[in-house]
């Protein structure tokens, strides 16, 4: 009975401290938030490749997060980044790294891309 209680409220210290870090690291914006400044910013959808070439947002660079470590330079960290996954889960992580890079104006889609309804581009 312990055992389970402790690990119920360690779960829910590591809940506490994820949410509170990413809070401070990354901006959500609603759709209409984000179609407002993504044009002047870099736009990158870190979901794999085969995701993005299925459709992404008009304009977007796709940088997966598991290349992430290997190409963070590409984005310019004296502009602003606008970044969307898929369901708004992945983002936050990404938005942490490149924090811990330097990177400081950081936004992301809240929902991910499952709930844009703006221009989309397929390959």
Do not use: C
């Amino acid at each position: 009975m312990y055992v389970i209680a402790g690990f119920l409220f360690i779960l829910t210290i590591v809940i506490l401290v994820n949410y509170f870090r990413t809070k401070n690291t990354v901006t959500p914006l609603t759709q209409e938030q984000f179609i407002e400044g993504y044009r002047k910013a870099q736009l990158i959808d870190v979901r794999e490749s085969k995701d993005f070439n299925a459709g992404h947002i008009l304009g977007a660079r796709n940088i997966p997060q598991s290349q992430l470590r290997q190409r963070y330079k590409e984005i310019r960290p004296d502009k602003p980044v606008y970044l969307y996954d898929q369901n708004g889960i992945n983002s936050p992580r990404v938005a942490m790294f490149l924090k811990k890079k330097g990177y400081h104006d950081l936004y992301q889609l809240k929902g991910g891309f499952k709930t844009w309804t703006g221009k989309v581009r397929s390959k």
